[in-house]
C-alpha cells in the first residue's frame, strides 16, 4: 500500500503539473466538484488547484480535480425558465417519434423509438 501512497504523493506538482494526493488524502479545505454540490456549493471559475489519484493499472488512474472550498460560491437556484426547459426536454426524451406517445420511460438510444414500436410481432403476440 506504500508504494501506491508514494506514486500518487506530490504536494508540489513536479511529477503531475498540479499538486497530487492519494485516494481519499485530501487536504483539508479542498474538495470535489460532488462534494462541493453536497455543500450546497460550485467552483465558481476557480482553477483547478489540486488532484486526488488512485492508480488503476489495466486502464489508467482515476483522477478527481480538487478546489478550494473557501473560494467556492453558492450554487444557482432553479429559475422557473430553467425547469420548464428541463421539463420540455425530459417530456421529448420520452415521447416516442414514431407513435408520438408518452411511453412513460426515457426510450432507449438503441431502439430510438418505443418497445412497443421497435418491436410489434412480440407485442401482437402477448
Do not use: F, N
Not at 450554487?75 to 408520438?100: G, S
Request: glycine share 8%.
Amino acid at each position: 500500500m506504500t508504494w501506491i501512497v508514494g506514486k500518487c504523493y506530490d504536494p508540489q506538482g513536479a511529477a503531475h503539473g498540479i499538486p497530487t494526493y492519494p485516494w481519499r488524502l485530501a487536504p483539508d479545505g479542498m474538495a470535489t466538484r460532488r462534494q462541493l454540490r453536497a455543500l450546497g456549493l460550485r467552483p465558481g471559475g476557480q482553477p483547478v488547484r489540486a488532484q486526488v489519484m488512485l492508480p488503476r493499472y489495466r486502464r489508467g488512474p482515476l483522477v478527481a480535480y480538487l478546489y478550494v472550498v473557501a473560494d467556492a460560491k453558492p450554487v444557482r437556484p432553479m429559475t422557473p425558465a430553467k425547469r420548464a426547459a428541463l421539463a420540455k426536454a425530459m417530456t421529448a426524451r420520452r415521447t416516442c417519434p414514431q407513435c408520438h406517445t408518452d411511453a412513460g420511460y426515457v426510450i432507449p438510444t438503441s431502439l430510438g423509438t418505443c418497445v412497443t414500436c421497435a418491436y410489434p410481432e412480440e407485442q401482437r403476440a402477448a
